[in-house]
Each structure stands twice: as structure tokens, then as C-alpha cells.
């Protein structure tokens, strides 16, 4: 404090590392900040339950009848299809925040400050847990609301939106690294459209991969990622079971994870 | 690593060799060095884009210099870039705070990443509002926050480590005079408590009140590294200015202006006269003898020297041609 003595340098005890048990703490610290912002913002919560809401009710009734005959019949395809489609939308705009903290200079701050150098980054992601989870309630409530009753109960539903929260956050280090990479946030958000469109439409998220012709169905069942992601949920939601495509999605995220934690960090710190 | 190694008190703050820093074919900082005793103001005084603040971005280790070395308190920023850390504070040209944030949220935060438990920070928080006056809109959003306020909750962050040394990026530019005239108090505060610091600043008039060592920067270079009056001196401190009320009794002035202050005198236009007067006391001398000599004066002024006219002094040209050379 400015009325107090400030203890001289030499009388300080300095450790030239930051330990993992700081890391962490520094990162809960700066997921609590992300929360913090979230919520004294509500206006984004719009994008994470309204679209999810608006998404349900628009394929469900639009697509319903045509895709399996009736409403009923289609909500055990559409609900994997939208709580997907609404986690992977929301993590496209992952890096905004830590963009927006870069180009404020917030950043700056971070960077002379002895914390974990990993902090402003798994902090940020991390706190969109929250988001993922929401928006997942939510897709299940309206669900619940138009009929859909999963066979597997509750504990498969609340499996389900775990393991698509570790998916999306997993995938989020991708979409921070491109934020981080471009020179405005509006370029980065637009390729997350555009990876992220086709990548969710041309999967078998909202139609039958069978009804598809051949070589669509081909990169729907054997090249796009996401079609495993969803044909895990459908399995846990039907069946509570947990099959090949469980492990291969897991491990496949993972991969992305490991690639992209270091990738993101330098791009970061090259930002900064 | 802790510190092990015997420091004395009389350690630098800060000690800078030859520091270089290009971005392309700019030479953003081009050889500075410095040396800040502990507990001093040093300034660091120039035009935008001399370098000032690409210097204090490889001081307060935020970037790595392309050439020369930096000892913050004896610690190499390179090899022992945490234990700097631990030791400084920055308050940069950009609000580093949470707009969508209430000020103890911000000060929390900070004081939660400096390793503090939640109540410690909390108390911190709050002593710090205090202490610059921003009790009463402690819980308020950032958003309605005046321009000043935001800088002293700005400079408040990097005071809650209780640093030894504060690198302060020209802290009142854009500030009203009275908000202006807070900061320096608060700035001379934290020295009294044994804190060094390093502020830049465009404005000579800042760096004379607060510094007790002023380096002027130029095209990245150090042109200058003195003390306020020193520096004063070289540039040939104040200007009398007089403007008599009779144009034709401007020569008979100039005579007598010459006579008591011993320096050629300029005339500005056809009734304006200008002396450098390094001494304030002859001021009633040029006055009683131009009252007795029945010449009616219509204004009188002492013009202090600008920053202009310390880099015309000491560079030959002025900051504003430089400026439109680039």
C-alpha cells in the first residue's frame, strides 16, 4: 500500500518457477474472471440457450415428418444432432475472449505478472464448461418438452453432455489458435462457420446417413469426426452402452488436445 | 532457486546496457541504457514514438530485446524472468481492467493470481480503494467509470504485490489537471515508501515536478540523461516575455531588458519582446526600471520550456519537425 513500507527486494523470498499447483490455481482464478464477465453480461446467454431452444423446435418440426414420418420418431436423432451442433457453435467463438483480452492489453498485465504462463488461456476455455453445459440442459429440457423420453434415462443424459463438453472444450483449443491467429476477431469467427457448417451438416447429425448418396454417405460415416461424436450419444442415449466409436472419438480429441495446448500457447504468447 | 545471494540496498533498480530493439527495418530502440538507484523517480521523457514504450515493454520483461541486457534489482530478465516478476509492477498506456467487472472484482482477481487467499485479497482490494479514493463506487460496473478513475483503479492493480518497482507508462496523459495533480501525489507517495519508479511522459513540466533523474529519448537513443535542473540549465530554463502597451517605445525596452538580465533579447513582433532569464529575482528589476523609464507594458509572461524546445536544445531540431519528417 502506498502508506506502508514496501519491503526491499533482498528481503524477498523469489522462486524463478511457477509450480503446477500455481498453474492450476492461477487458472481457476482466471476461469472464475471469464464466469464473472459471463455473468454480468447475460446478454450472451442467448447464444447459449435461446439458439439451442430455436434449434430444437425449428429441425424437429421442419424435418420431423419428412426424415422419420412423425415428431416422435425423429427427436431420438435430432436431440444427439442439436446438443452437438450447439456445443461446436459455441466453442467456434472460444478465443473471442482472449482475443478481445490481447487487443485491450490485458494481456500485457498477465504477461509481467509471475503467474503460469498457460493460465489466461485454460482459464478462459475452461470457464466455457459452463457454456457447454447450459447449452446442453437446455436442448434436453426442450427435448423432454416436445416427448423425447431416451431410453437409457438420466444417467446416460447426463453422460452424454460430459462427454460432449470434453469434445467441445477439447476442440476449443483449435478455435483459440485460430483466433489467435488471424488478424481480427471477425476473421476467426467466420472460419468457424465455415469449418464448422459443413463439418455439422454433412454428418449424420440430423438425417440418417443411409437415406445419403454413395459417396456422401462415404465422408459422412468414415471421414467426418463428428458423425462418431453423435453416433457415441445416440448409442449412450438408446442403449446406455458405450461402443468403438466412444474410444475412437476420445482418443481422437485427445490428439487434437495435445497438439493444440502447445500450438495455442505459442501463438498466445507470440500475441502478447 | 531463492535468493541466496548477498544484496544490498544500494543494488540498482534498474540497470539497462545497450538495449536494442528493431521491428523490420525500424530501429524502435536503438542502444538505450539506463541506471535507476532504488528508491528514485527516474522520467523518461520523449515525443510518441521515440521508444518509450517499446523501453519499458523489455524492462518489465513483456518482450525480449534484440540486443543488450537488463539487471531489474540484479536479476538478468532473461535468465530470471519470474523473479522479475515477483518484483514489478506495470501500469501500461492501455486500461488493463475489466470494463464488465466492479472495481474490487478487478483488484480481487489480481490479488487472487498474485497468490493471496480470498480474504487477503478481498482486504487488499479494499484497502486499495480506499487509499485512492474509490470506496464509495467499490461494487459499481467499470463501464461508468470517468476516464481518471479507471487509471487510478489501473495503477491500484499494480500496487496490490506491493512491488519495489513500478514502471508507470505515461500515467496522466489524456487526464484533467486535477486528476493530473492527484496521480503525481500518489506517485510521490509510493516513493516515500521505498518503491522506485519509472514513468514516461511526454510532458517536461511532469518529469520536472516528479523525477529526480530525466532521460530524454529520441529515435530510440538517449539524447540526455540528467537531473531536472541540469537539464533546465542546458536548455536555458525560462523565457520573460513583455509585451509593451507603445510600439515605439520597444527599443528603449530592449535596451533596458539587455542591460539588467545580460542576454540578447528577440523581438517577436513589433511590440513583443522575449530574454531568457535564468534567474526569477530580476524579474521586479526589469519591472521597476521599465515603470521608471514611463514605458506602459500590456502583458508579461514567463514562458516555461517545452519539450520542444529541450529537444531543439539538445537534438537542433524540434520534436514537431522530427514527427513530420517520419
Same mark, same amino acid.
Given at each position: 500500500?502506498?502508506?506502508?513500507?514496501?519491503?526491499?527486494?533482498?528481503?524477498?523470498?523469489?522462486?524463478?518457477?511457477v509450480?503446477?499447483g500455481?498453474?492450476?490455481?492461477?487458472?481457476?482464478?482466471l476461469?472464475?474472471?471469464?464466469?464473472?464477465?459471463?455473468?454480468?453480461?447475460?446478454?450472451?446467454f442467448v447464444?447459449?440457450?435461446?439458439?439451442p431452444?430455436?434449434f430444437?423446435?425449428?429441425?424437429?418440426?421442419?424435418?420431423?415428418?419428412?426424415?422419420?414420418?412423425?415428431?416422435?420418431?425423429y427427436l431420438p436423432?435430432?436431440?444427439?444432432g442439436?446438443?452437438?451442433m450447439s456445443s461446436f457453435?459455441?466453442c467456434?467463438?472460444a478465443?473471442?475472449?482472449?482475443?478481445?483480452d490481447v487487443?485491450?492489453?490485458?494481456?500485457?498485465?498477465?504477461?509481467s505478472?509471475?503467474?503460469?504462463?498457460i493460465?489466461?488461456?485454460?482459464?478462459?476455455?475452461?470457464?466455457d464448461?459452463v457454456?457447454?453445459?447450459m447449452?446442453?440442459?437446455t436442448?434436453?429440457?426442450?427435448? #423432454?418438452?416436445?416427448g #423425447?423420453?431416451?431410453?437409457a434415462?438420466?444417467?446416460a443424459?447426463i453422460?452424454?453432455?460430459?462427454?460432449?463438453?470434453?469434445v467441445?472444450w477439447?476442440l476449443?483449443?483449435?478455435f483459440?489458435f485460430?483466433?489467435?491467429?488471424?488478424?481480427?476477431?471477425s476473421?476467426?469467427?467466420?472460419?468457424?462457420?465455415v469449418?464448422?457448417?459443413?463439418?455439422v451438416?454433412?454428418?449424420?447429425?440430423?438425417v440418417?446417413?443411409?437415406t445419403m448418396?454413395?459417396?456422401?454417405?462415404y465422408f459422412?460415416?468414415?471421414?467426418?469426426p463428428?458423425?462418431?461424436v453423435?453416433?457415441?450419444?445416440?448409442q449412450?442415449?438408446?442403449?446406455?452402452t458405450?461402443?468403438a466409436d466412444?474410444?475412437?472419438a476420445?482418443?481422437?480429441?485427445?490428439?487434437?488436445?495435445?497438439?493444440f495446448?502447445?500450438?495455442?500457447l505459442?501463438? #498466445?504468447k507470440?500475441?502478447? | 532457486?531463492?535468493?541466496t545471494?548477498?544484496?544490498?540496498?544500494?543494488i540498482l533498480?534498474v540497470?539497462?546496457?545497450g538495449?536494442?530493439k !528493431?521491428?523490420g527495418d525500424?530501429r524502435?530502440?536503438?542502444?538505450?541504457? =539506463?541506471?535507476?538507484p532504488?528508491?528514485?523517480?527516474c522520467?523518461?521523457l520523449?515525443?510518441?514514438?521515440?521508444g518509450k514504450t !517499446?523501453?519499458?515493454?523489455?524492462?518489465?520483461t513483456?518482450s525480449k530485446?534484440?540486443?543488450?541486457?537488463?539487471?531489474i534489482?540484479?536479476?538478468?530478465?532473461?535468465?530470471?524472468?519470474?523473479?522479475v516478476?515477483?518484483l514489478?509492477? =506495470?501500469t501500461?498506456?492501455f486500461?488493463?481492467?475489466d470494463?464488465d467487472?466492479?472495481?474490487?472484482?478487478?483488484?480481487?482477481?489480481f490479488?487472487?493470481?498474485?497468490?493471496y487467499?480470498?480474504?487477503?485479497a478481498?482486504?487488499i482490494?479494499n484497502?486499495?480503494?480506499?487509499?485512492?479514493?474509490?470506496?464509495?463506487?467499490?461494487?459499481?460496473?467499470?463501464?461508468?467509470f470517468s476516464?481518471?478513475?479507471r487509471?487510478r483503479l489501473?495503477?491500484?492493480?499494480?500496487?496490490?504485490?506491493?512491488?519495489?518497482?513500478?514502471?508507470?507508462?505515461?500515467p496522466?496523459t489524456?487526464?484533467?489537471?486535477r486528476?493530473r495533480?492527484?496521480?503525481?501525489?500518489?506517485i510521490?507517495?509510493l516513493v516515500?515508501g521505498?518503491s522506485?519508479?519509472?514513468?514516461?511522459t511526454?510532458?517536461l513540466?511532469e518529469a520536472?515536478?516528479?523525477?529526480?533523474n530525466?532521460?530524454v529519448?529520441?529515435?530510440?537513443r538517449v539524447?540526455a540523461?540528467?537531473?531536472?535542473e541540469?537539464?533546465?540549465?542546458?536548455?536555458g530554463?525560462?523565457?520573460l516575455r513583455?509585451t509593451v502597451k507603445d510600439?515605439?517605445? !520597444?527599443?528603449?525596452?530592449a535596451?533596458i531588458i539587455r542591460?539588467? =538580465?545580460?542576454?540578447?533579447?528577440?523581438?517577436?513582433?513589433?511590440?513583443e519582446l522575449i530574454a531568457?532569464?535564468n534567474?526569477?529575482?530580476?524579474?521586479?528589476?526589469?519591472?521597476t526600471s521599465?515603470k521608471?523609464?514611463?514605458i506602459?507594458?500590456?502583458g508579461?509572461?514567463i =514562458?516555461q520550456? !517545452?519539450?520542444?524546445?529541450?529537444f531543439?536544445?539538445?537534438?537542433g531540431?524540434?520534436?514537431?519537425a522530427?514527427?513530420e519528417?517520419?
Amino acid at each position: 500500500m502506498p502508506n506502508t513500507t514496501i519491503l526491499p527486494a533482498n528481503q524477498r523470498n523469489l522462486k524463478n518457477r511457477v509450480g503446477v499447483g500455481r498453474a492450476i490455481r492461477n487458472s481457476g482464478t482466471l476461469a472464475y474472471r471469464a464466469l464473472l464477465k459471463m455473468f454480468h453480461n447475460p446478454e450472451i446467454f442467448v447464444d447459449f440457450v435461446v439458439l439451442p431452444v430455436m434449434f430444437t423446435l425449428l429441425f424437429t418440426f421442419l424435418f420431423g415428418g419428412a426424415i422419420a414420418g412423425n415428431i416422435s420418431n425423429y427427436l431420438p436423432i435430432v436431440i444427439p444432432g442439436v446438443l452437438l451442433m450447439s456445443s461446436f457453435t459455441n466453442c467456434t467463438t472460444a478465443g473471442s475472449k482472449l482475443r478481445e483480452d490481447v487487443d485491450k492489453g490485458t494481456t500485457s498485465r498477465f504477461k509481467s505478472m509471475p503467474i503460469a504462463r498457460i493460465a489466461p488461456l485454460a482459464g478462459s476455455l475452461t470457464a466455457d464448461l459452463v457454456r457447454y453445459v447450459m447449452g446442453g440442459i437446455t436442448v434436453f429440457t426442450t427435448g #423432454y418438452l416436445l416427448g #423425447y423420453r431416451p431410453e437409457a434415462g438420466i444417467s446416460a443424459v447426463i453422460f452424454s453432455i460430459l462427454f460432449v463438453m470434453f469434445v467441445a472444450w477439447c476442440l476449443s483449443w483449435v478455435f483459440a489458435f485460430i483466433s489467435l491467429c488471424t488478424k481480427t476477431i471477425s476473421t476467426a469467427s467466420a472460419i468457424g462457420v465455415v469449418v464448422m457448417f459443413p463439418l455439422v451438416f454433412l454428418s449424420n447429425a440430423f438425417v440418417p446417413a443411409e437415406t445419403m448418396p454413395g459417396r456422401l454417405q462415404y465422408f459422412v460415416l468414415h471421414i467426418n469426426p463428428l458423425s462418431h461424436v453423435v453416433t457415441v450419444v445416440r448409442q449412450l442415449l438408446t442403449y446406455g452402452t458405450i461402443g468403438a466409436d466412444f474410444w475412437f472419438a476420445l482418443s481422437g480429441t485427445l490428439a487434437l488436445l495435445l497438439v493444440f495446448i502447445p500450438l495455442t500457447l505459442i501463438a #498466445y504468447k507470440r500475441k502478447a | 532457486m531463492t535468493n541466496t545471494r548477498l544484496k544490498n540496498n544500494s543494488i540498482l533498480a534498474v540497470e539497462a546496457h545497450g538495449l536494442v530493439k !528493431t521491428f523490420g527495418d525500424n530501429r524502435a530502440v536503438d542502444g538505450v541504457s =539506463l541506471s535507476i538507484p532504488t528508491g528514485s523517480i527516474c522520467g523518461v521523457l520523449g515525443p510518441n514514438g521515440a521508444g518509450k514504450t !517499446t523501453t519499458i515493454n523489455m524492462l518489465a520483461t513483456l518482450s525480449k530485446p534484440d540486443a543488450g541486457n537488463v539487471k531489474i534489482f540484479g536479476y538478468d530478465v532473461l535468465s530470471e524472468t519470474q523473479i522479475v516478476r515477483q518484483l514489478i509492477g =506495470l501500469t501500461g498506456q492501455f486500461a488493463s481492467i475489466d470494463e464488465d467487472l466492479t472495481a474490487l472484482e478487478n483488484l480481487m482477481i489480481f490479488g487472487r493470481l498474485y497468490g493471496y487467499s480470498r480474504q487477503d485479497a478481498r482486504r487488499i482490494g479494499n484497502e486499495l480503494l480506499a487509499e485512492f479514493g474509490l470506496s464509495d463506487v467499490a461494487s459499481r460496473s467499470l463501464s461508468k467509470f470517468s476516464g481518471g478513475m479507471r487509471r487510478r483503479l489501473d495503477l491500484a492493480v499494480s500496487l496490490i504485490s506491493q512491488p519495489p518497482l513500478i514502471f508507470l507508462d505515461e500515467p496522466t496523459t489524456g487526464l484533467d489537471p486535477r486528476t493530473r495533480t492527484q496521480m503525481w501525489q500518489t506517485i510521490r507517495k509510493l516513493v516515500k515508501g521505498g518503491s522506485t519508479v519509472l514513468l514516461t511522459t511526454q510532458y517536461l513540466d511532469e518529469a520536472d515536478q516528479l523525477a529526480d533523474n530525466i532521460v530524454v529519448i529520441d529515435k530510440g537513443r538517449v539524447v540526455a540523461n540528467d537531473t531536472p535542473e541540469g537539464l533546465k540549465r542546458s536548455v536555458g530554463s525560462s523565457s520573460l516575455r513583455l509585451t509593451v502597451k507603445d510600439a515605439d517605445h !520597444t527599443a528603449n525596452a530592449a535596451q533596458i531588458i539587455r542591460g539588467i =538580465l545580460k542576454a540578447k533579447v528577440h523581438l517577436a513582433e513589433a511590440s513583443e519582446l522575449i530574454a531568457p532569464m535564468n534567474n526569477p529575482d530580476k524579474l521586479t528589476d526589469v519591472l521597476t526600471s521599465l515603470k521608471d523609464a514611463g514605458i506602459a507594458l500590456s502583458g508579461v509572461s514567463i =514562458l516555461q520550456p !517545452t519539450l520542444d524546445e529541450v529537444f531543439f536544445a539538445l537534438t537542433g531540431e524540434s520534436s514537431q519537425a522530427k514527427k513530420e519528417e517520419n
